[in-house]
Protein backbone atom coordinates (compact mmCIF):
# COMPACT_ATOMS: atom_id res chain seq x y z
CA UNK A 1 0.00 0.00 0.00
CA UNK A 2 1.66 3.37 -0.79
CA UNK A 3 2.56 5.73 1.74
CA UNK A 4 0.65 8.89 2.23
CA UNK A 5 3.29 12.20 0.56
CA UNK A 6 4.06 14.64 2.52
CA UNK A 7 2.01 17.71 2.62
CA UNK A 8 2.26 21.53 3.29
CA UNK A 9 0.42 22.74 6.03
CA UNK A 10 -0.35 26.25 7.09
CA UNK A 11 -1.33 26.61 10.83
CA UNK A 12 -3.02 30.10 12.16
CA UNK A 13 -2.55 31.01 15.70
CA UNK A 14 -2.15 34.55 15.57
CA UNK A 15 -3.39 35.82 18.86
CA UNK A 16 -1.09 36.38 22.00
CA UNK A 17 1.97 34.55 23.18
CA UNK A 18 0.90 32.23 25.96
CA UNK A 19 -2.33 30.97 23.28
CA UNK A 20 0.65 30.10 20.89
CA UNK A 21 2.87 28.33 22.83
CA UNK A 22 -0.20 25.82 23.73
CA UNK A 23 0.06 25.34 19.94
CA UNK A 24 3.38 23.84 20.02
CA UNK A 25 2.32 19.73 20.67
CA UNK A 26 -0.01 20.54 17.83
CA UNK A 27 2.73 22.28 15.55
CA UNK A 28 4.69 18.81 16.67
CA UNK A 29 1.97 16.50 16.04
CA UNK A 30 2.13 17.88 12.38
CA UNK A 31 5.74 18.13 11.72
CA UNK A 32 6.42 14.45 13.09
CA UNK A 33 3.88 12.65 11.11
CA UNK A 34 5.23 12.75 8.28
CA UNK A 35 9.06 13.66 7.30
CA UNK A 36 8.23 15.28 4.74
CA UNK A 37 5.52 17.54 5.72
CA UNK A 38 6.38 21.27 5.49
CA UNK A 39 4.57 23.32 8.45
CA UNK A 40 4.24 26.80 8.02
CA UNK A 41 2.93 29.27 10.59
CA UNK A 42 1.12 32.54 10.32
CA UNK A 43 1.10 34.65 13.53
CA UNK A 44 1.63 38.12 14.52
CA UNK A 45 4.62 40.10 14.34
CA UNK A 46 5.35 39.81 18.42
CA UNK A 47 5.36 35.82 18.20
CA UNK A 48 7.36 35.00 14.94
CA UNK A 49 10.73 35.40 16.40
CA UNK A 50 9.91 32.28 18.95
CA UNK A 51 7.92 31.00 15.58
CA UNK A 52 11.56 30.70 14.60
CA UNK A 53 12.59 29.18 17.14
CA UNK A 54 9.85 26.11 16.80
CA UNK A 55 11.89 22.98 15.99
CA UNK A 56 8.25 22.05 14.30
CA UNK A 57 8.29 25.21 11.90
CA UNK A 58 9.50 25.60 9.10
CA UNK A 59 8.21 29.12 7.47
CA UNK A 60 7.07 31.96 9.27
CA UNK A 61 4.61 34.20 7.85
CA UNK A 62 3.85 37.30 9.41
CA UNK A 63 0.03 38.49 9.66
CA UNK A 64 -0.12 42.03 9.53
CA UNK A 65 -3.71 42.04 11.46
CA UNK A 66 -7.19 42.87 11.41
CA UNK A 67 -5.72 47.10 11.18
CA UNK A 68 -3.42 46.53 8.32
CA UNK A 69 -4.03 48.51 5.36
CA UNK A 70 -5.35 47.10 1.76
CA UNK A 71 -1.92 46.54 0.02
CA UNK A 72 -0.50 44.42 3.18
CA UNK A 73 -3.35 42.58 3.47
CA UNK A 74 -3.00 41.73 -0.30
CA UNK A 75 0.89 41.05 0.17
CA UNK A 76 -0.35 38.37 2.50
CA UNK A 77 -2.53 36.57 0.08
CA UNK A 78 -0.36 36.62 -2.60
CA UNK A 79 2.45 34.79 -0.33
CA UNK A 80 -0.01 32.42 0.30
CA UNK A 81 -1.51 31.50 -3.30
CA UNK A 82 2.31 31.24 -4.13
CA UNK A 83 2.50 28.79 -1.89
CA UNK A 84 -0.16 26.44 -2.64
CA UNK A 85 -0.35 24.95 0.74
CA UNK A 86 -2.01 21.53 0.68
CA UNK A 87 -4.39 22.13 3.85
CA UNK A 88 -4.92 25.50 6.26
CA UNK A 89 -5.47 24.76 9.93
CA UNK A 90 -6.89 27.43 12.01
CA UNK A 91 -6.21 26.67 15.55
CA UNK A 92 -8.36 29.88 16.45
CA UNK A 93 -10.83 30.91 13.75
CA UNK A 94 -12.24 34.72 12.56
CA UNK A 95 -13.74 36.00 9.32
CA UNK A 96 -10.95 37.71 7.98
CA UNK A 97 -8.33 34.66 8.35
CA UNK A 98 -11.32 31.90 6.91
CA UNK A 99 -11.68 34.39 4.20
CA UNK A 100 -8.36 34.70 3.55
CA UNK A 101 -7.29 30.91 3.41
CA UNK A 102 -10.77 30.66 0.78
CA UNK A 103 -9.58 33.10 -1.52
CA UNK A 104 -5.48 32.12 -1.00
CA UNK A 105 -7.47 28.38 -2.87
CA UNK A 106 -6.34 26.07 -0.34
CA UNK A 107 -8.47 23.30 -0.95
CA UNK A 108 -8.65 21.69 2.87
CA UNK A 109 -9.40 23.67 5.17
CA UNK A 110 -10.09 22.89 9.02
CA UNK A 111 -10.67 24.64 11.84
CA UNK A 112 -13.31 24.35 14.97
CA UNK A 113 -17.21 24.67 14.25
CA UNK A 114 -17.50 27.79 15.93
CA UNK A 115 -19.03 31.66 15.35
CA UNK A 116 -20.01 32.49 11.96
CA UNK A 117 -16.12 31.98 10.74
CA UNK A 118 -16.52 28.73 9.71
CA UNK A 119 -18.64 28.76 6.53
CA UNK A 120 -15.30 29.60 5.09
CA UNK A 121 -13.77 25.95 6.11
CA UNK A 122 -14.84 22.58 4.43
CA UNK A 123 -13.91 20.37 7.64
CA UNK A 124 -14.86 21.58 10.80
CA UNK A 125 -14.55 20.20 14.31
CA UNK A 126 -17.19 20.85 17.03
CA UNK A 127 -15.16 21.26 20.61
CA UNK A 128 -17.49 23.59 22.27
CA UNK A 129 -14.12 25.24 24.22
CA UNK A 130 -16.18 27.83 25.87
CA UNK A 131 -17.31 24.75 28.54
CA UNK A 132 -13.56 24.37 29.44
CA UNK A 133 -13.57 20.73 29.57
CA UNK A 134 -9.79 20.41 28.61
CA UNK A 135 -6.77 22.02 28.55
CA UNK A 136 -6.36 24.36 25.57
CA UNK A 137 -3.43 21.94 23.84
CA UNK A 138 -5.55 19.36 24.13
CA UNK A 139 -8.20 20.90 21.56
CA UNK A 140 -5.57 22.55 19.62
CA UNK A 141 -4.10 18.84 19.30
CA UNK A 142 -7.28 17.41 18.70
CA UNK A 143 -7.72 19.65 15.02
CA UNK A 144 -4.11 18.18 14.43
CA UNK A 145 -4.94 14.79 14.54
CA UNK A 146 -8.21 15.51 12.64
CA UNK A 147 -6.32 17.23 10.25
CA UNK A 148 -3.61 14.34 9.67
CA UNK A 149 -7.05 12.27 9.23
CA UNK A 150 -8.31 13.85 6.60
CA UNK A 151 -4.50 13.57 4.42
CA UNK A 152 -4.00 9.95 5.51
CA UNK A 153 -1.15 10.38 7.50
CA UNK A 154 -0.49 8.46 10.77
CA UNK A 155 -1.13 10.19 14.51
CA UNK A 156 2.92 10.42 15.92
CA UNK A 157 3.21 9.52 19.48
CA UNK A 158 4.24 12.33 21.70
CA UNK A 159 5.57 13.27 25.18
CA UNK A 160 6.68 16.84 26.86
CA UNK A 161 9.41 18.78 26.46
CA UNK A 162 7.56 20.24 23.19
CA UNK A 163 10.11 22.55 22.86
CA UNK A 164 13.28 19.70 23.33
CA UNK A 165 16.11 22.34 23.76
CA UNK A 166 20.00 20.74 23.96
CA UNK A 167 20.79 19.84 27.43
CA UNK A 168 24.34 22.40 26.21
CA UNK A 169 21.96 25.22 26.16
CA UNK A 170 20.58 24.75 29.34
CA UNK A 171 23.70 24.32 30.99
CA UNK A 172 25.19 27.62 29.66
CA UNK A 173 21.92 29.48 30.76
CA UNK A 174 22.89 28.76 34.20
CA UNK A 175 26.37 29.59 33.70
CA UNK A 176 25.43 32.45 32.39
CA UNK A 177 22.98 33.71 35.29
CA UNK A 178 25.45 32.59 38.32
CA UNK A 179 28.30 35.03 36.39
CA UNK A 180 25.21 38.01 35.98
CA UNK A 181 23.31 37.23 39.24
CA UNK A 182 26.22 35.48 41.87
CA UNK A 183 23.83 32.36 42.50
CA UNK A 184 24.86 29.09 44.03
CA UNK A 185 24.55 25.90 41.03
CA UNK A 186 24.36 23.88 43.96
CA UNK A 187 20.74 24.83 45.38
CA UNK A 188 17.55 25.20 43.93
CA UNK A 189 16.82 28.01 41.24
CA UNK A 190 13.33 29.55 41.42
CA UNK A 191 12.00 32.20 39.00
CA UNK A 192 9.05 34.23 39.76
CA UNK A 193 7.53 35.90 36.83
CA UNK A 194 5.16 38.34 39.02
CA UNK A 195 3.87 40.53 35.38
CA UNK A 196 0.62 39.18 33.35
CA UNK A 197 1.40 41.56 29.94
CA UNK A 198 -2.31 43.05 30.61
CA UNK A 199 -3.94 39.40 29.68
CA UNK A 200 -4.30 37.46 33.17
CA UNK A 201 -5.37 38.79 36.76
CA UNK A 202 -2.36 37.65 38.91
CA UNK A 203 -0.81 37.72 42.62
CA UNK A 204 -0.28 41.31 43.80
CA UNK A 205 3.63 41.69 44.43
CA UNK A 206 3.11 41.83 48.27
CA UNK A 207 1.46 38.38 48.10
CA UNK A 208 3.83 37.15 45.70
CA UNK A 209 6.52 38.23 48.41
CA UNK A 210 4.61 36.43 50.98
CA UNK A 211 4.86 33.06 48.70
CA UNK A 212 8.18 32.86 48.19
CA UNK A 213 9.60 33.65 51.36
CA UNK A 214 6.91 31.19 52.99
CA UNK A 215 8.33 28.60 50.36
CA UNK A 216 11.94 29.80 51.09
CA UNK A 217 11.81 29.05 55.14
CA UNK A 218 10.16 25.33 54.30
CA UNK A 219 12.55 23.85 52.03
CA UNK A 220 16.23 21.80 54.06
CA UNK A 221 18.05 25.27 52.20
CA UNK A 222 17.06 28.10 51.20
CA UNK A 223 16.94 28.59 47.22
CA UNK A 224 18.23 31.07 44.93
CA UNK A 225 15.10 33.35 43.68
CA UNK A 226 15.33 34.77 40.17
CA UNK A 227 12.55 37.62 39.33
CA UNK A 228 11.48 37.88 35.54
CA UNK A 229 10.07 40.96 34.04
CA UNK A 230 8.40 41.46 30.38
CA UNK A 231 8.77 45.14 28.82
CA UNK A 232 7.47 47.61 31.51
CA UNK A 233 7.68 45.01 34.22
CA UNK A 234 11.62 45.46 35.15
CA UNK A 235 10.50 48.09 38.13
CA UNK A 236 8.18 45.99 39.60
CA UNK A 237 10.33 43.03 39.65
CA UNK A 238 12.67 45.50 41.53
CA UNK A 239 10.53 46.52 43.86
CA UNK A 240 9.43 42.53 44.74
CA UNK A 241 13.16 42.29 45.07
CA UNK A 242 13.13 44.54 47.65
CA UNK A 243 10.46 43.46 49.97
CA UNK A 244 11.84 40.07 49.37
CA UNK A 245 14.94 41.63 51.01
CA UNK A 246 12.79 43.29 53.98
CA UNK A 247 11.34 39.55 54.54
CA UNK A 248 15.20 37.99 54.76
CA UNK A 249 14.99 36.23 51.42
CA UNK A 250 17.77 36.99 48.95
CA UNK A 251 16.50 37.63 45.30
CA UNK A 252 17.98 38.78 42.15
CA UNK A 253 16.09 40.51 39.07
CA UNK A 254 16.89 38.49 35.86
CA UNK A 255 19.23 41.36 33.86
CA UNK A 256 17.19 42.10 30.44
CA UNK A 257 17.34 39.70 27.34
CA UNK A 258 18.65 40.12 23.98
CA UNK A 259 14.61 39.17 22.97
CA UNK A 260 11.78 37.28 23.16
CA UNK A 261 14.08 33.99 22.46
CA UNK A 262 17.17 34.86 24.37
CA UNK A 263 14.64 35.45 27.17
CA UNK A 264 12.73 32.10 26.56
CA UNK A 265 16.36 30.42 26.65
CA UNK A 266 16.67 31.96 30.06
CA UNK A 267 13.86 30.31 31.90
CA UNK A 268 15.31 27.09 30.45
CA UNK A 269 17.94 27.49 33.45
CA UNK A 270 14.98 27.60 36.25
CA UNK A 271 14.17 24.15 38.78
CA UNK A 272 10.78 25.95 38.86
CA UNK A 273 8.84 28.71 37.44
CA UNK A 274 5.83 30.45 39.21
CA UNK A 275 3.52 32.44 37.72
CA UNK A 276 0.26 33.34 36.44
CA UNK A 277 -1.36 32.19 33.60
CA UNK A 278 0.67 34.26 31.03
CA UNK A 279 3.01 33.68 28.33
CA UNK A 280 6.37 32.35 30.32
CA UNK A 281 4.61 29.95 31.98
CA UNK A 282 3.75 28.58 29.10
CA UNK A 283 7.15 29.31 27.45
CA UNK A 284 8.52 27.04 31.06
CA UNK A 285 5.73 24.56 29.96
CA UNK A 286 6.77 23.81 26.51
CA UNK A 287 10.35 23.39 27.92
CA UNK A 288 9.09 21.14 30.72
CA UNK A 289 10.29 23.02 33.63
CA UNK A 290 8.48 22.46 36.65
CA UNK A 291 5.67 25.27 37.22
CA UNK A 292 3.51 26.61 39.81
CA UNK A 293 0.61 28.62 38.03
CA UNK A 294 -1.50 31.03 39.73
CA UNK A 295 -5.24 31.38 37.93
CA UNK A 296 -8.35 32.42 38.56
CA UNK A 297 -11.34 29.97 38.54
CA UNK A 298 -13.55 31.40 35.86
CA UNK A 299 -14.92 29.40 33.10
CA UNK A 300 -12.70 30.71 30.46
CA UNK A 301 -9.53 31.02 32.63
CA UNK A 302 -9.73 27.96 34.60
CA UNK A 303 -6.59 26.30 35.55
CA UNK A 304 -7.47 22.93 33.34
CA UNK A 305 -8.41 25.31 30.09
CA UNK A 306 -4.64 27.14 30.42
CA UNK A 307 -2.82 23.74 31.89
CA UNK A 308 0.90 23.96 30.81
CA UNK A 309 1.67 21.38 28.52
CA UNK A 310 4.94 20.25 30.65
CA UNK A 311 4.53 16.67 32.34
CA UNK A 312 1.61 16.23 35.14
CA UNK A 313 4.78 15.60 37.48
CA UNK A 314 6.33 18.82 36.68
CA UNK A 315 2.86 21.01 37.69
CA UNK A 316 0.95 22.39 40.31
CA UNK A 317 -1.80 24.71 39.78
CA UNK A 318 -3.94 27.21 42.18
CA UNK A 319 -7.06 29.33 41.83
CA UNK A 320 -9.76 30.93 44.64
CA UNK A 321 -12.89 29.32 44.80
CA UNK A 322 -15.04 29.02 42.10
CA UNK A 323 -18.01 31.01 42.94
CA UNK A 324 -19.18 34.97 42.04
CA UNK A 325 -15.64 36.04 42.95
CA UNK A 326 -13.86 34.03 41.00
CA UNK A 327 -11.58 36.20 40.08
CA UNK A 328 -10.62 37.69 43.12
CA UNK A 329 -6.97 36.51 43.41
CA UNK A 330 -6.63 37.29 47.06
CA UNK A 331 -8.68 34.73 48.01
CA UNK A 332 -5.95 32.04 47.67
CA UNK A 333 -4.72 30.92 50.55
CA UNK A 334 -1.03 31.51 49.98
CA UNK A 335 0.22 29.37 53.17
CA UNK A 336 -1.09 26.42 51.61
CA UNK A 337 0.06 27.00 48.60
CA UNK A 338 3.64 27.57 49.91
CA UNK A 339 3.10 24.50 51.69
CA UNK A 340 2.52 22.38 48.63
CA UNK A 341 4.83 24.06 46.34
CA UNK A 342 7.60 23.45 48.85
CA UNK A 343 6.91 19.94 49.31
CA UNK A 344 6.33 19.22 45.70
CA UNK A 345 9.33 21.00 44.26
CA UNK A 346 10.78 17.95 41.81
CA UNK A 347 14.71 17.31 42.60
CA UNK A 348 16.11 19.34 39.77
CA UNK A 349 18.81 17.19 37.18
CA UNK A 350 21.17 20.32 36.87
CA UNK A 351 23.93 20.19 34.29
CA UNK A 352 27.56 19.53 36.03
CA UNK A 353 29.42 22.76 36.30
CA UNK A 354 31.79 24.66 38.58
CA UNK A 355 30.07 26.34 41.79
CA UNK A 356 29.74 30.26 41.18
CA UNK A 357 29.22 32.96 43.61
CA UNK A 358 28.07 30.34 46.78
CA UNK A 359 27.17 32.02 49.22
Known amino acids: MPQPRGQRLLVVRNDKLGDFMLAWPALACLKQAHPDNYVSVLVPSYTAALARACPWVDEVLVDPGDAAPRDAQRTLLARLRERRFDALLTLFSTPRIGWLGWRAGIALRLAPATKWAQVFYNRRIVQRRSRSERPEYRYNLELAEALLSQIGQPVPALEPPYWPLPTAVRAEQRQRLARECGLDVRRRWGFVHGGSGGSAVNLTPARYAALVARIDA ?111 MSRIDIEAAAQAIAGWWPTPATPSMPATGSR
Open 218 to 328: QLDKPAEWVLTSGPGEHAAAATLCEDLAARGVAAQVMPPRDDLVDFAHSLSAADLLIAGSTGPLHIAGCLDVPTAGFYPAKRSATPLRWQTCNRDAHRLAFSPPADERATD
